[in-house]
């Protein structure tokens, strides 16, 4: 695909609109480096940038920015600079893989609990009152009532506000729109270079990201019927096993 077809591609599913910058960057690290002695060299960080309409100076400003509070870290190599992860930015970034890579939801199952006030409650429980909470682990305690959410017996409103805000419920609605499209517009392109690959994957990544980190780890059907995050994450992962992982070296 030329230069331009990408760029009017990538526009499309922006919206006319580029992601924050030190928050894409993140996405890149994650994407592309995963080992301790893997870097990107700035032109590389330069030409994925650029083809999502991210300018230099912007991005100069998200490196510095990165640096600061110890993501990355530069060295120098005549005049140019390589950006590697540091100990704190790969193991927030591996941390983070599992969940946004997931080719299925985190949970299959979730309980609606009540207990004791002040009791332990299981990891990623989301409170909905001193003595309430929904988990994807059932205590099986005889301290607890726990009733198990059933796909199509969706939860009361403002149990499922609690669960995901109306913002990240209308974000998912229109990331699954604009994934459809892009499903339809890449089937009808031609072939992608690394770069395109590479590029087009991040933002993938980085759309998707941005709910799904939002999220507690229960399965789609707690969220209510009408929520969308089920469909992005189909259409993200049709895409990103149509278009394989580049390696740094091929971008280079």
């Given at each position: 695909m030329n230069t331009e077809q990408f760029r009017q591609l990538v526009a499309a599913f922006l919206n006319g609109q580029t992601p924050r910058v030190w928050s894409f960057l993140v996405t890149v690290f994650g994407e592309?480096?995963?080992?301790?002695?893997?870097?990107?060299?700035?032109?590389?960080?330069?030409?994925?940038c650029t083809e999502i309409g991210i300018k230099p100076e912007a991005m100069r400003v998200a490196l510095h920015r990165l640096r600061k509070n110890g993501w990355i870290i530069s060295q120098k190599t005549g005049r140019s600079s390589n950006y590697f992860?540091?100990?704190?930015?790969?193991?927030?970034?591996?941390?983070?893989?599992?969940?946004?890579?997931?080719?299925?939801?985190?949970?299959?199952?979730?309980w609606l609990c009540l207990g004791p006030a002040q009791s332990p409650r299981p990891d990623g429980a989301v409170s909905l009152g001193a003595q309430s909470f929904v988990s994807n682990l059932n205590p099986k305690d005889a301290e607890y009532i726990c009733h198990e959410i059933q796909?199509?017996?969706?939860?009361?409103?403002?149990?499922?506000?609690?669960?995901?805000?109306?913002?990240?419920?209308t974000d998912a609605a229109e990331l699954a729109t604009?994934?459809?499209?892009?499903?339809?517009?890449?089937?009808?392109?031609?072939?992608?270079?690394?770069?395109?690959?590479?590029?087009?994957?991040?933002?993938?990544?980085?759309?998707?990201?941005?709910i799904v980190l939002k999220l507690p780890p229960l399965p789609d059907h707690a969220f209510g019927p009408d929520w969308s995050g089920a469909a992005c994450r189909n259409l993200c992962q049709r895409l990103l096993c149509q278009f394989p992982q580049q390696g740094v070296d091929l971008l280079e």
């Open positions: 592309l480096t995963q080992g301790a002695d893997i870097h990107i060299s700035g032109a590389t960080l330069t030409a994925i992860l540091t100990p704190l930015g790969r193991e927030e970034t591996l941390k983070a893989r599992p969940v946004i890579y997931a080719a299925d939801p985190l949970a299959t199952q979730a796909p199509g017996a969706p939860l009361p409103g403002w149990i499922l506000d609690r669960l995901c805000d109306e913002d990240t419920r604009q994934l459809s499209a892009l499903c339809a517009d890449i089937d009808n392109s031609g072939t992608l270079s690394p770069l395109q690959i590479a590029t087009l994957r991040i933002l993938l990544v980085h759309s998707w990201r941005r």
